[in-house]
């Protein structure tokens, strides 16, 4: 099997490249964030204090996290419950984030992780893939950008579906996650040591795509 690891910060456009290059590839996008989101979730929807820690590491196999690909599509399951379309908003993202840094949740996330990968080739994106989950993945890229444009991208997105959403809030949440993403004792994000670096500023979403493809076809080409 062949894995890719896309690590990097909020916003760095990790999904929305991973999602082109798994078509190109013909390989599976799994996304891992939404894992955390799912957990987020859980504890925001069933009004359980997640920033209590004892709380969180008790009621945490409470949560029955699972998913399925429906076309190339990953729908999250949270008790039986189809979540999918609910874990995109501001609040649960900031409750992933605070979730992610404790260490009983991230190895309760981690099997699920590690399994993908066995099964079939895949695109993981992610904050640890390359340095925790898949350290020997094929290809490591950590892909990343100015915090000012990756705020922008992602107001325009969110802009979208909340009308009245402004730039000097989305920059702040950012600014949070990234903090939190990479101040956290455990998993921190940090490139891998072997991955490549590729800083998205300046370059349009073909330009980067272009780029990544590459750079995984010079690695993978034979393996396949
Ligand atoms: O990629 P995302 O924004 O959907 O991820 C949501 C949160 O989950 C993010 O703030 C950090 C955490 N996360 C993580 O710690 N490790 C991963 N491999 C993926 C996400």
Same mark, same amino acid.
């Given at each position: 099997m062949i894995s890719i690891a896309i690590d990097g910060p909020a916003g760095a456009g990790k999904s929305t490249v991973a999602k082109i290059l798994s078509k190109e590839l013909g390989f599976i996008y799994f996304d891992t964030g939404a894992l955390y989101r799912a957990l987020g979730y859980y504890f925001v929807n069933n009004k =359980? @204090?997640?920033?209590?820690v004892h709380l969180l590491v008790n009621n945490l196999n409470k949560a029955d996290i699972t998913f399925k690909f429906v076309g190339n599509e990953q729908r999250m399951i949270l008790c039986g419950e189809d979540i999918t379309d609910s874990i995109r908003s501001n609040q649960i993202s900031m409750a992933a984030s605070r979730i992610s840094a404790i260490p009983e949740a991230r190895e309760y996330l981690l099997n699920a992780q590690r399994e993908m990968a066995t099964k079939s080739n895949v695109i993981m994106d992610g904050r640890d893939i390359g340095t925790v989950v898949l350290p020997y993945a094929n290809v490591k890229i950590f892909l990343t950008a100015d915090v000012r444009v990756r705020a922008w991208r992602r107001f325009r997105q969110l802009r979208q579906k @909340? =009308?009245? =959403?402004?730039y000097i809030d989305v920059l702040k949440q950012v600014k949070e996650r990234d903090k939190n993403d990479t101040e956290r004792e455990i998993s921190p994000l940090v490139p891998a040591k072997d991955a490549i670096i590729v800083n998205t500023t300046m370059l349009t979403l073909n330009r980067t795509i272009n780029k990544l493809i590459k750079i995984v076809r010079k690695r993978i080409d034979g393996k396949k």
């Open positions: =359980i @204090d997640y920033t209590n @909340d =009308i009245g =959403i402004r």
